[in-house]
């Protein structure tokens, strides 16, 4: 083929980008990414989302694919860029969302400035993702790239890699785009069916426990169906949140801490444990002893993959394979038995709604957490995505939101890092630009990825920011003071975070009261823009409530 026939490296992968769908790259480009940049500024069907850290870039393009379940592209230099994507990476990889990360590095055929920024960044992201490679030549594009994709989709998704030197991008190629392939996931096989059904028919006390994995897959309509017909109760996971809708009489709740709630007696009171999707990111919601102590739980193990042993996880009864289709099949076979009783699990809910009502209903100032979180209940629509960044308040928002679609309260109990709150919120305001938005921060999540309000400000999106403001790292304070230790070395300063967010040409407000509250959030849900609420928070009695009081009171039932 002529040279002038040929196509330009950098334009391949744009080309074989598009191929796969990609409608967004985010991301911060530097020198050795020049060439790609370039190419993309001519494609008429990939937008360049320009972020202000790689961090953020890197949350959104996972978020991106939370949502979608397609594969969402950042993009970064080489050297200090590529570091930055390091925890993004890793957010991606434990939470299964899909991504590409794109690197780029100085040429690797003529080097004409020693080692300056050069790291082994493929060798560096080979431990937190799925796949990591370096174009060593522009013939393998399409080959490489549609692997990246295939790799990070397939269940589980993560994060996948690929670093384009700066030689590589400027090569010309006589290389196609590789059309994406069409694939369906395998059924499970019948005699596990059969296996699972017949524990279900003998078992007295039923439960679900819906983990990430049926998240993942989208399999609400089907175990809707299956709780519908079965009138079996169900648990979730925090990963699992919201994949039935929480209003259901038959939800028992969500396990948000790791053991002692109201929860966990209903769990401990079930005779055969349906765990659909999980995932061994999330500490098991329930344990299974191995010592020879009496336990006759049946756990029947329902996923894509096979269980991973655990001392305290080693399952019964594995149904692998679509797990949609899996639940079907079980539904289609299984007679309710009239032997079921789950009267006592759903006592143990209803002391649990009972104990959480009385604590919402305290309105006192600075505004007291479950209150807060009643408050964001009543003001968003079903539909709205509350995107949680990392701290006490998830496990808050966990137990006592009530989730009525899947992925409607994004929570990251995987990698659990502080800084997505805010960039994942993005990445659903553009995703669903219909839907009301709103990220929960602490103030100290907030400020590791604060720079990225200009960002939402630049993009126009709807979104509204509420920073529970107690000027330290929460999280970490409770868990001091649970352990005896004396209170020291978390506390800061804070910008005024209202002058802030009005710097960035966004709107900034200050909570003055629980009322005041109520009324900030419906403003801001029904005002376009951004809008960053302050809202001083009481943790002054989170060790007492989560550690002592939810323990003896469900003891005691």
């Not at 911060?28 to 020049?34: D, M």
């Not at 009643?374 to 006490?392: E, F, K, S």
């Not at 309000?453 to 330290?472: K, P, Q």
């Amino acid at each position: 083929m002529a040279e002038a026939d040929k196509t330009k490296a950098s334009d391949l992968f744009i080309q074989c980008l598009e191929q796969e769908g990609v409608e967004y790259i985010f991301g911060v480009p530097g020198e050795e990414n020049l060439d790609l940049l370039d190419s993309l500024s001519r494609s008429e069907k990939i937008k360049l989302v320009l972020t202000r850290h790689e961090q953020g870039a890197g949350f959104m393009a996972a978020t991106y694919g939370r949502h979608t379940g397609k594969t969402g592209v950042c993009l970064s230099t080489l050297g200090p860029g590529a570091t930055n994507l390091v925890t993004a990476a890793a957010y991606a990889t434990l939470g299964g969302m899909p991504i590409l990360m794109i690197t780029g590095q100085k040429p690797i055929k003529k080097s004409k400035q020693g080692r300056f920024q050069i790291l082994d960044v493929v060798s560096m992201m080979q431990p937190i993702t799925k796949y990591a490679h370096q174009m060593a030549s522009s013939d393998n594009i399409p080959s490489r790239l549609r692997e990246a994709f295939r790799i990070a989709e397939e269940e589980k998704p993560g994060a996948t890699h690929i670093e384009l030197p700066e030689d590589v991008a400027d090569e010309h190629t006589d290389s196609r785009p590789i059309p994406r392939s069409t694939v369906r996931r395998p059924t499970a096989d019948m005699k596990s069916i059969v296996q699972a059904v017949e524990a279900l028919e003998k078992a007295k006390r039923p439960l679900l426990v819906i983990g990430a994995g049926a998240n993942r897959k989208m399999t609400s309509k089907m175990l809707g169906e299956f709780v519908e017909k079965t009138g079996i109760p169900f648990v979730t996971t925090q990963l699992g949140k919201g994949v039935i809708d929480e209003r259901h009489p038959k939800f028992l709740g969500c396990a948000a801490l790791s053991a002692g709630d109201f929860v966990h007696r209903a769990i401990e009171d079930s005779d055969c444990i349906f765990n659909i999707g999980h995932d061994v990111i999330e500490k098991p919601p329930f344990f299974m002893h191995n010592d020879g102590s009496r336990d006759d739980r049946v756990v029947v193990h329902v996923s894509t993959k096979t269980a991973e042993v655990d001392p305290v996880y080693f399952p019964h009864i594995e149904v692998i394979g679509d797990i949609a289709n899996a639940i079907w099949q079980i539904k289609e076979a299984v007679t309710p038995s009239p032997a079921w009783d789950s009267s006592a699990m759903l006592r143990y809910r209803q002391a649990e709604l009972d104990h959480t009502a009385q604590l919402a209903a305290d309105e006192r100032f600075p505004v007291f957490p479950p209150h807060l979180v009643q408050q964001v209940r009543d003001a968003m629509p079903d539909d709205a995505i509350v995107c949680l960044d990392n701290g006490v308040y998830k496990i808050w928002f966990a137990r006592g939101y009530c989730a009525c679609k899947p992925n409607t309260v994004l929570l990251d109990n995987a990698l659990a890092t502080m800084g997505a709150g805010l960039p994942s919120a993005m990445a659903s305001a553009m995703v669903y630009p219909d839907r009301k938005v709103i990220a929960i921060c602490g103030d100290g999540g907030f400020m590791m990825n604060s720079q990225e309000m200009e960002t939402a400000v630049r993009l126009g999106l709807n979104l509204t920011v509420l920073i529970l403001n107690d000027s330290a790292y929460g999280m970490i304070r409770w868990k001091q003071a649970n352990m005896g230790f004396d209170d020291f070395g978390l506390t800061y300063g804070n910008p005024d975070f209202v002058k802030y967010a009005e710097s960035y040409g966004a709107n900034g407000y200050r909570v003055e009261s629980a009322e005041h509250l109520k009324e900030l959030l419906a403003h801001c849900r029904d005002t376009p823009g951004v809008h960053l609420i302050d809202c001083p928070v009481d943790y002054s009695e989170n060790d007492r409530i989560l550690n002592t009081e939810i323990k003896d009171l469900s003891k005691a039932l």
